[in-house]
């Protein structure tokens, strides 16, 4: 069955270092997201994005945070200069439509110190 | 905020019960859906009701919708010790908002 992967499963990076979060969406799905979880709170919506542009992004999506699709397959999430609050699970999601159902990857565990 | 809001926080019953969990959102909707998430793992997508639906089965789990009081439920029955996670309601519009769960625990 077709499944959203994300690598690494855990990054460990010093504050103020810039980190790329990948993702490998499911193939035919147009719609990608990202979220994030801090430990023990509910999951949180980042971004969303459609034909090669953000249709949609939260308050916590500040100047830090940026997305892309370098290529037809890679989706990924970079934070500029990383913060201690910035330590969270981060899930990447896609679907085929606007409102379909999502579905998530894994995740990745960020532990920044 | 299309926010949704699950209570209980945390259940525990016995294998074997049904485990009720509610859910309360703010303003339209498009659809509803239920999430589940074992401790430390990712999201697994279980069921989802549209704005137009009041009820909908799968297996074991049974969602009711009621947008007039903008809430849903989500039934359990027969539950298992492998149903032990952390379970949310998302209420999608144009994007997903997440409640911040029911930690359900099924005791052996």
């Known amino acids: 069955e077709p499944e959203v992967t994300q690598t690494p499963s855990h990054q460990v990076t010093q504050m103020g270092q810039e980190v790329i979060l990948r993702c490998v969406p499911i193939s035919n799905h147009l719609y990608f997201y990202w979220y994030r979880q801090i430990l023990g709170q509910k999951v949180e919506f980042l971004v969303s994005f459609y034909n090669n542009e953000i249709s949609e992004k939260s308050e916590i999506f500040d100047d830090q945070f940026s997305v892309e699709r370098p290529d037809g397959s890679n989706f990924t999430l970079k934070i500029r200069s990383t913060k201690l609050e910035d330590s969270a699970m981060y899930f990447c999601a896609s679907s085929v439509g606007g409102v379909a159902i999502q579905y998530f990857g894994a995740g990745t565990r960020l532990s920044v110190l | 905020s299309q926010q949704g809001e699950e209570d209980p926080q945390a259940l525990s019953i016995q294998e074997g019960e049904n485990a009720t969990m509610n859910c309360s959102y703010k303003t339209s909707i498009n659809n509803l859906q239920w999430y589940r998430q074992n401790s430390g793992r990712g999201l697994v997508h279980l069921i989802l009701?549209?704005?137009?639906?009041r009820e909908k089965h799968s297996g074991r789990l049974r969602v009711t919708l009621d947008t007039s009081k903008k809430s849903s439920s989500l039934l359990i029955t027969a539950s298992r010790a492998a149903d032990t996670a952390s379970y949310f309601c998302?209420?999608?519009?144009?994007?997903?908002?997440f409640g911040k769960g029911t930690r359900l625990h099924i005791l052996p």
């Open positions: 009701i549209r704005s137009n639906e």
């Open positions: 998302a209420a999608s519009d144009d994007k997903i908002i």
